[in-house]
């Protein structure tokens, strides 16, 4: 009886929480939600960053990269993709692998007094860069440049 008695509390107690185990979290990502469409497929992102000072420009899948190493923009291919709270963006620059993160949020440059609609990590090859991002419908706010 004791026996009969523990396997039915045990398929009680399962039955009570397999919904919630399968049911996803708050912070989980839902895999019916829907993906970023905050920025659409024709706009052109600016994306900058300082320490070092770097920008990227893309526009109809081409990224334009430029530092102070490499004044004149390097053009390289990128294929855009989105999840669900963010767009990226991947290539390869002269043999390279370019990873491209945009997520929503307000960003500052740290240098002047403007805020960024987006926060922008770039993955190239072993370095990161860090930095803040806009669109031409989407700018940044505050002082326009020098």
Known sequence: MRKEFQKCHTLLVLAA????????????????????????????????????????????????????????????????????N????SGDWDGVPVTISITPGECSDGMSDRTFPYVATIALGEETLRGCGYTDRQPF?????P
């Open 17 to 84: 929480i397999l919904p919630v185990a399968c049911t996803p979290g708050a912070d989980a990502i839902d895999p019916d939600g829907q993906t970023f469409a905050a920025i659409a497929a024709d706009e052109v992102i600016n994306l900058t960053g300082t320490e070092p000072f770097w920008s990227i420009a893309i526009e109809d899948g081409q990224a334009n990269y430029a530092d102070p190493e490499h004044p004149e923009a390097r053009t390289f291919a990128v294929a855009r993709f989105a999840g669900n």
């Open 86 to 89: 963010g767009l990226g963006f």
């Open 141 to 145: 706010t505050g002082p326009a440049a």
